[in-house]
């Protein structure tokens, strides 16, 4: 089935269902506006599964009352025609109405305390909306597969967790972020900067890099050398800088010793930025 150019769009929960019933299901859950990262985990789907379902779908429970639910970019035409050609076969778009029939569903996931760290501490509710609607699209489309980018290294690494404390069936596939040429990791926000915030923003992967680089030394040494490459960056306005232990998103000890997870997030003019990368502390 994944020789098919043309995606055929299904609005419906019924629809999907019927279409992928007894298929084995690679799932791309997504909020389209598609680019480069998101089209890696499609063909990341593509080599896992015979059947790639991509979810377009903003979904309203993972924005708070400030954020940019309304102006979220929003483009199905130009997101099936970067997925054409691709090997997919079906993207689920569907309305706030179908997915959510009675508004706020009564019943929804929690995050935990790892959910209030971090991305959670600044968007409060953000986390259980996301594996809220995570755990609906895993029901709908009960795929054998579903991909995440390590973009959004805590998301994954809370869709990770809820699929093992759940014990759903569907195994989660981290996918690497896609940078462009300079650093910057690509993200639908991205198109929010203005050229000056353009040419600032990759500052952030440089950090990362930093941290990586001086992270032999421990942590205190990981962190001002990446402290050293924001200040001098005034467009840039850091949310938080902080490097966690990947198995269980904690911030390190001090004392820590072993693979670690520098993670950054800072408002760069209207865009709210993330990102992150491994580092091995010493
Ligand atoms: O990463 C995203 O685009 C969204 O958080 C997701 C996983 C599609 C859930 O809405």
């Known amino acids: 089935m994944s020789t098919v150019t043309q995606p055929a769009v299904v609005t419906t929960i019924a629809d999907l269902r019927a279409r992928l019933e007894g298929r084995t299901v690679a799932l791309t859950p997504t909020m389209g506006a598609l680019h480069a990262g998101h089209l890696a985990l499609v063909d990341e789907a593509v080599r896992r599964a015979e059947t790639v379902v991509v979810s377009i779908f903003v979904n ?8 940019d639910l309304d102006r979220y970019p929003r483009d ?75 973009k959004d290294a805590q998301q994954l690494h809370l869709v990770q967790r809820m699929v093992a404390d759940l014990d759903v069936a569907t195994t989660i596939v981290p996918v690497e972020t896609v940078r462009e040429a300079d650093g910057l990791a690509l993200s639908s926000r991205n198109r929010y900067l203005s050229p000056e ?24 040494a990981a962190l001002a050398a990446a402290q050293s490459v924001l200040m001098g960056e ?14 269980t998103f904690l911030p390190v000890p001090d004392d820590y010793r072993g693979p670690a997870r520098a993670l950054i997030a800072a408002q760069v003019g209207p865009a709210r930025l993330i990102d992150n990368d491994a580092l091995y502390l010493n």
């Open 60 to 67: 309203p429970l993972q924005f708070g009352p400030e954020e």
């Open 76 to 150: 199905l035409a130009g997101d099936l025609a970067a997925l054409e050609g691709r090997g997919v076969d079906c993207v689920f778009a569907p309305s706030a109405a179908e997915m959510y029939p009675d508004g706020r569903p009564q019943v929804t996931v929690r995050a935990g305390s790892v959910g209030e760290t971090l991305e959670g501490r600044s968007r409060p509710g953000h986390f259980d909306g996301m594996l809220t609607v995570v755990a609906k699209l895993l029901g709908i489309a009960r795929p054998a597969f579903a991909m995440f980018g390590q």
């Open 197 to 220: 915030e353009r040419a600032a923003a990759p500052a952030l992967h440089r950090a990362l890099e930093a941290a990586a680089s001086a992270g032999d030394r421990g942590i205190d």
């Open 234 to 247: 005034e467009l840039i306005e850091v949310d938080y800088l902080k490097v966690v232990e990947p198995r």
